[in-house]
């Protein structure tokens, strides 16, 4: 397991979005030292309410660190959360931003 | 068993942890790092520091005695070795807090007694609540009160201490970081551990609700008491007036810590963790119960 991004959606539950190919994103390491070091490009520390994601990261609910992918993700999407061990789905929320729901 | 619960395994934690971001420290900090000067040189301060790291220690010996007393209880292999590992991270958290209160000053010898004289009594019945649970083996009470509850609330008072103590105390801010990092580990297997057991214990909601609003209650009496009934605040208040003016300032959630008064600061705090305890048991499916507040 290497991108947390483990299991890409495969049902079209936005249309508009499956009808491109997803964005590539190269990840450069954020300083976050709480997983091993092959692992730690794709975690970076939240830094609050005003912080911005980028099409590839989410938020995980439980541990409240930003997970990252190289590749956008699209709700259906299944990612890990390292720090905390959490396995969660994308989802789009009620102000149209992707959020992350924990799968138990 | 379910497939989450492979990730938790010794091999995991020591990547993670030991080799990983503890690296190099030596309880929990830069070899380098020492208390400032001026909180050792000023005894309110001082005196105030001790009185937060006792509460620490006392919330830290109870998290390792529920800790290691639910490994028994388990019910799966996975879960004793997760278990088994938070033990490990409670114990040294336990050191780490208690070496502290030696680099403040307080003498060996005199280490239970000023832990005995600072100890707030509502974190102590805090404490007896979960403990309770513990001592009868009840696992899912135990997990909830232990990984959801005691650690919700640890990892939001490290986080508004650690806030404080980044501009002002990089000792003390990287003991919390490394604290924090091991928290995330901790409320994720409460979470993903009870969020699957719940579904096949039904039954137990009711009085794991119970718990849960027996243990906020006294949580929110420790609140009350650390900043209401403060003897330092005069002194708090100077001092973040001197840091204000110099620029300083102590971000969490979105407001600025340095320009709060005491009774402010416990809302945020309060509002914080409690809004996180009902987020985190409505998506296990428990419901919330709105503590008394004290």
């Known amino acids: ?104 | 068993m379910a497939d989450f619960l492979t990730a938790y395994s010794i091999q995991n934690w020591l990547e993670s942890c030991p080799q990983g971001y503890l690296m190099g420290t030596v309880y929990g900090h830069r070899p380098e790092d020492e208390e400032p000067a001026p909180l050792l040189e000023n005894e309110v301060l001082r005196e105030e520091a001790i009185r937060t790291t006792v509460q620490l220690v006392v919330g830290e010996r109870c998290a390792l005695a529920a800790s290691s007393g639910l490994i028994n209880a388990a019910p799966d292999e996975a879960s004793k070795r997760f278990l088994a590992t938070q033990t490990l991270d409670e114990a040294r958290h336990v050191e780490i807090f208690t070496q502290r209160l030696l680099d403040l000053g307080v003498p060996k010898k005199d280490l239970e007694s000023t832990i005995q004289h600072f100890a707030n009594p509502n974190l102590v019945k805090f404490a007896e609540v979960l403990l309770e649970k513990v001592d009868k083996k009840d696992f899912v009470a135990g997990v909830v009160g232990q990984n959801i509850v005691l650690e919700g609330m640890a990892f939001s008072v490290f986080e508004m201490l650690h806030a404080v103590s980044e501009p002002t105390n990089p000792k003390f801010a990287r003991m919390l970081s490394g604290t924090i990092a091991d928290e995330r580990r901790h409320v994720g297997f409460g979470e993903n551990r009870i969020g699957s057991l719940i579904k096949q214990y039904p039954e137990r909601k009711a009085d794991v609700e119970k718990l849960q609003k027996e243990m906020s209650y006294w949580m929110l009496a420790t609140f009350a008491d650390a900043f209401r009934n403060n003897p330092a605040r005069a002194e708090f208040k100077r001092i973040e007036g001197e840091l204000s003016r110099a620029g300083v300032h102590a971000e969490w959630q979105g407001v600025d810590l340095l320009t709060k008064d005491p009774e402010e600061m416990e809302q945020i705090l309060a509002d914080t963790v409690l809004k996180e305890f009902k987020t985190r048991l409505s998506r296990i499916g428990i419901e919330y119960q709105t503590p008394d507040r004290p």
């Open chain 1, 1 to 104: 397991m290497t991108d947390p991004l483990q299991q890409e959606s495969t049902t079209a539950k936005d249309l508009e979005l499956e009808s491109r190919p997803r964005q590539r994103f190269e990840l450069e390491d954020t300083g976050f030292d709480e997983v091993p070091p092959r692992f730690r490009k794709f975690y970076r520390r939240w830094r609050g309410p005003g912080d911005q994601l980028a099409p590839n990261e989410v938020i995980c609910p439980v541990c409240k660190v930003v997970i990252r992918s190289t590749r956008e993700l699209r709700p259906g999407d299944r990612v890990y959360c390292m720090p905390c061990m959490s396995r969660l789905i994308v989802v789009r929320g009620e102000d149209g931003r992707l959020e992350a729901r924990v799968a138990y």
